[in-house]
């Protein structure tokens, strides 16, 4: 089993940035990859940046390219979201998610919410 806490979410301004933190715990040896995921209340669930765990490869959601970066520091199984220019649509509850297959989440964190006002 994998234990994923966040932290680091709040309220921000338009422009403004944020960093969002998961601390992984139990088999982390087991993880290949870590994403962050987000919702806003009556939409679905979606991946906002995955890093692999050991090549630390990432990919990114259309809507955030340039603007957020995901990065993980192994040596204490962290990782974390960095979140600039930030927009009132990026509000939502961040889930951090970790994976030890190659399709499904298995482990999830149990959210932060981000607001951004205008």
């Known amino acids: 089993q994998v234990q994923l806490v966040e932290s680091g979410g709040g309220l921000v301004q338009a422009g403004g940035s944020l960093r969002l933190s998961c601390a992984a715990s139990g088999r982390t040896s087991s993880m290949n990859a870590m994403g962050w995921f987000r919702q806003a209340p009556g939409k679905a669930r979606t991946l906002v940046a995955r890093i692999t765990v050991s090549a630390g490869g990432t990919i990114y959601a259309d809507s955030v390219k340039g603007r957020f970066t995901i990065s993980i520091h192994n040596a204490v199984n962290t990782v974390y979201l960095q979140m600039n220019n930030l927009k009132p649509e990026d509000t939502a509850v961040y889930f951090c998610?970790?994976?030890?297959?190659?399709?499904?989440?298995?482990?999830w964190g149990q959210g932060t919410q981000v607001t951004v006002s205008s």
């Open positions: 998610a970790a994976r030890t297959g190659l399709l499904e989440y298995q482990y």
